[in-house]
């Protein structure tokens, strides 16, 4: 059975620092990518970021890019989204998500698996 268990959010200043943890179990994941998504209130859910398993290129929004930094460790079967210089929009709920490849990655019903998600407040 496929796990993806997020972790790390929280309440931040603006201007702060957050990192988010994604630990993943249940299968190989050699041929995934992984992703983080936000759900605002009231919004639809949004591709933050992502990478592939093995750690290749990764892809951001717009909005997250020189901010946002996603990594993996195959080691720990762990994806991380290291937050920086956060803002009030940036609040939401981050979730991981697991896709088989090839997918396009801003594709929200391309990926299969779903983490619980971890609320980000940022205030201002």
């Known amino acids: 059975q496929v796990q993806l268990v997020e972790s790390g959010g929280g309440l931040v200043q603006a201007g702060g620092s957050l990192r988010l943890s994604c630990l993943a179990s249940?299968?190989?994941?050699?041929?995934?990518?992984m992703a983080w998504f936000r759900q605002a209130p009231g919004k639809e859910r949004q591709f933050i970021a992502g990478?592939?398993?093995?750690?290749?290129?990764?892809y951001y929004v717009d909005s997250a890019k020189g901010r946002f930094t996603i990594s993996v460790d195959n080691a720990k079967n762990t994806v991380y989204l290291q937050m920086s210089s956060l803002k009030p929009d940036d609040t939401g709920f981050y979730y991981c998500?697991?896709?088989?490849?090839?997918?396009?990655?801003?594709?929200?019903?391309?990926?299969?698996?779903w983490g619980q998600g971890t609320q980000v407040t940022v205030s201002s």
């Open positions: 998500a697991a896709g088989v490849r090839p997918l396009t990655f801003i594709n929200v019903h391309q990926y299969a698996y």
């Open positions: 249940g299968r190989t994941f050699s041929n995934y990518a």
């Open positions: 990478i592939t398993w093995s750690g290749g290129a990764a």
